[in-house]
């Protein structure tokens, strides 16, 4: 899916995820006996989104992990830390999501009996703070994190200030959902909350910029509306397994939830091949047969990834299984190491010829300022002021069409009798040969729409010299190339209007589309990085924003 899993599944896990590997980073770097007895009280915040629990001691001695550097990673997380974390047989911790919209992380976790705060680096943790009602209980903040541990006898408990308050306080409740992650086996547990997550859905899509009429927006609703939480563990013994259940509230409708748990897999299959294709060398995928090679193989493993999922209905919970996980291991690692190899033979290939049309076009506004004193304007316009005709058609003497530019009659429209009738002759420089435009139309515009100064474009600013480009011919664009629905006659004075759409919306996606070419005729596939405020950035001329290509 080119927009990908949700970008709601991919924040959330983010913001969890950290913790985690944090967590697994330091744990499976260490081979010390543990103390069976030696578990902490799972005690975590009722409001948590994501729950999560897991067993370091457990993880460090899987067979399934036995060929990571362990000695490598243990060397680093002694100097990181100064503590053994993975004498912690479990360790458990919520995410949530404030009023104010700021990230509450709560952990809970025992380390070995005679690990003391102290150890902590210095270097990475502030001083001990203690009351005098309480000297058992030490506290030292995490430098720079927004994060503090805290010491009280043999329980540690780290997080940021508030979920720390609520964890010592006397009137807090447990999470709901505490006795399913501790009812289960598996070496790793993740609870996501749905009635939690309901109330606040609405924040966290503008947390992550998700509108709430995508397709992501309305797939995370659904699941609110019909799932009352959702469990994915993962056991780790001489091979691992994963499970996601998908629990159902009681007086929702049982085919509904499985429609809709289908529809979160087609999500995230669609993810994973979306960033093999971006992750896959533009120039590579748009070149004759490896482009539709690699277009065959992804169908191929697409196929493949949906043969090793399989679901069930239990009672009120949908059951997904992943099996085979070694495999999809190995088909990541296989993948990484062939992309990189494709990015390297991508540098031998040929340019695709709609990168070099954009740049020809850039090259011959440089021209045309050369003879004219002035970049063209956008439409060439009567004494009345109306519209005639496009930049397009004053470019043509400067990509050697002379003969057909001496063709039209630049005092008419270009819908006119005479000038419609040269809309055929568009020539090739206008083309991408594999956006499916109408005949005569081009997808390669101009952007322009703001009267500010600090956000015009330099098509807004007329006349302009390029020297009076502040923001450096690098850093500023002159084209963009939208999707074949946008595509306009070449010759039309009509391009895209920043004030009556959103840009990025409109982009397309390589090889048909998503280019954007600055005026020092560098161009850039930006479909990489969808940013408002680096697209914003990049399309002022005089914006004094901060930002350098290629972004």
Known sequence: MER???RYWVGVARISLRLLVGWLLFTVCFSTPVNANEETEDFL??????LWRLQ????SHANFLKLLP????AALSSDA??????RCSIASGTVTLADDFRWELAVRFSPSPTADIRQLKSSKFGPIRTTQSNPSLRLREWTGTGLSVLQNNEQWLAGTEKSLKTMLSQDSKPHRLISSLQNRTETITIALDMKSLAPKLSKLLKVFEISPFSEEAVIISECCSVLDHVVCSVDIGSSAKVQIRWVAKPEADLEKCNEVVKKVLKRCGDWLIGQLRQSFDYSVRTNGSSGEAFDAYLVRMKNALSDLVTTKVERREIVTELVEIEEVLTLAVASMASLQLADELGDFLPRPQTELNMEMLTDALHSYETVHRRIPPRTVKDAGGKPLLSWRV?????VGEEELYSQFRLDEPWDSEHNKKLIDKMPSVFTNQNADAPAGYTCYLAPHGFVDRREQTIWDAEPLLLRQVNDGLANTAAF???ETQSAVPWTKPEDFDLRERELLDHWGTPPAGGLIVMLDSTCYDFTKLKEKKKLKAALTANGGEAINAPF
Do not use: A, K, R
Request: proline letters at 13%; aromatic letters at 6%.
């Open 480 to 482: 963009v190339e939208v």
């Open 56 to 59: 370091p001691f457990n993880i």
């Open 70 to 73: 362990l000695e490598p990673l």
């Open 4 to 6: 990908n899993i949700t």
């Open 81 to 86: 830390l100064g503590i053994d974390l993975s």
């Open 394 to 398: 004053l470019l043509l003497p400067f």
């Open 45 to 50: 915040p009722e409001e948590g989104i994501v």
